[in-house]
């Protein structure tokens, strides 16, 4: 388990359960690239859903899934991508307009070196790789504080991203910050709507 991980795992220990990992080694084939290393090691771990605490707004990370989805759309890699591009083309738009300081000043993929979603949380931030950066393990993260629109640029991995947050040094994630935050998980490869906690470590 890379280090960073580990040490997240100790703050938030994982479902006790088998989490089932996607087929990591197709999503070239069928996207047209390949995903972080560590983002790939936190969902084998910890599928995807939520850090939060019982009086705090949650943290979201998400992940591919095969499971049907609602209103019929595409599944897996490809249903990941097709899903993040409707969210973000609502946000962001079709045409990237750099006076309009209401949104950033980024692309989304698959614009060539766009941004590509990873998690977002209940106050409206949403966290992105930036693809343009070399191969997937050096993209850093944009998140996107928005009202008013703020970005900030991390380069590090996601998995730090989250360690950060956990300890408090990444802004605006109150959710990581709690002795009594938890990571539920959601869904991972092959089942949808869980609800699956793993409480904080004793002390």
């Known amino acids: 388990m890379p280090d ?5 795992a100790k703050l938030f220990p994982p479902p006790a359960v088998p989490v089932a990992s996607p087929p990591w080694e197709r999503s070239r084939a069928e996207i047209g690239l390949d995903f972080p290393s560590d983002y790939r ?7 995807a859903g939520e850090f939060g605490t019982p009086d ?24 990941y991508i097709e899903w993040h591009a409707s969210e973000m083309d609502d946000l962001f738009g079709s045409e990237l307009d750099e006076e309009d300081d209401t949104k950033p000043a980024y692309r989304i993929f698959p614009e060539p070196g766009g941004l590509l979603i990873w998690g977002e949380n209940e106050q409206g931030d949403l966290y992105f790789w930036l693809t343009s950066d070399g191969p997937p393990d050096q993209w850093p993260v944009v998140m996107w504080a928005r009202g008013p629109v703020t970005t900030y640029r991390f380069d590090m991995g996601m998995v730090d991203v989250l360690l950060g947050s956990a300890r408090g040094e990444i802004p605006n994630v ?12 959601k869904s991972d490869w092959s089942h949808d709507r869980l609800s699956i906690s793993a409480g904080p470590m004793p002390g």
């Open 56 to 79: 705090s707004l949650a943290c979201h990370v998400h992940a591919p899934t095969s499971c049907l989805l609602p209103g019929g759309r595409e599944t897996g890699f490809k249903g």
């Open 4 to 8: 960073a991980l580990s040490r997240l």
């Open 174 to 185: 109150r959710a990581m910050c709690s002795s009594q935050r938890r990571w539920t998980m």
């Open 41 to 47: 090691a936190f969902v084998d771990l910890y599928g």
